[in-house]
Nanobody, 115 residues
Framework: QVQLVESGGGLVQPGGSLRLSCTAS????????MRWFRQAPGKEREWVST???????RYVDPVKGRFAISRDNAKNTVYLQMNSLKPEDTAIYYC?????????WGQGTQVTVTS
């Protein structure tokens, strides 16, 4: 079955960096677009970034120039490099893939940006 496992979250000071990883299994990873979402306390889950199967990337405006999404098809892993972190980036970060009509999610990894 499809599984997504995120890691790499943590506590970081403003201006710091983190790299999130999401390791996938149960499907042909290289064939699919992969996404990162986040959910801050008291807010709805929001889309952050996408990397398509053809390696094209997109970002939500608040993270452009600070975050970079990438993938390693040999490792079935998608990454989110987060630089110049701000307190407003504090959230649980989720990995996502849509296969057919089904959306799959990981368990999430907590990112907390605070001084």
């Amino acid at each position: 079955q499809v599984q997504l496992v995120e890691s790499g979250g943590g506590l970081v000071q403003p201006g710091g960096s983190l790299r999130l990883s999401c390791t996938a299994s149960g499907f042909r990873f290289s064939y699919y677009d992969m996404r990162w979402f986040r959910q801050a306390p008291g807010k709805e889950r929001e889309w952050v970034s996408t990397i398509n199967s053809d390696w094209t990337t997109r970002y939500v405006d608040p993270v452009k120039g600070r975050f970079a999404i990438s993938r390693d098809n040999a490792k079935n892993t998608v990454y989110l490099q987060m630089n110049s972190l701000k307190p407003e980036d504090t959230a649980i970060y989720y990995c996502n893939v849509v296969i057919g009509v089904m959306a799959y999610w990981g368990q999430g990894t907590q990112v907390t940006v605070t001084s």
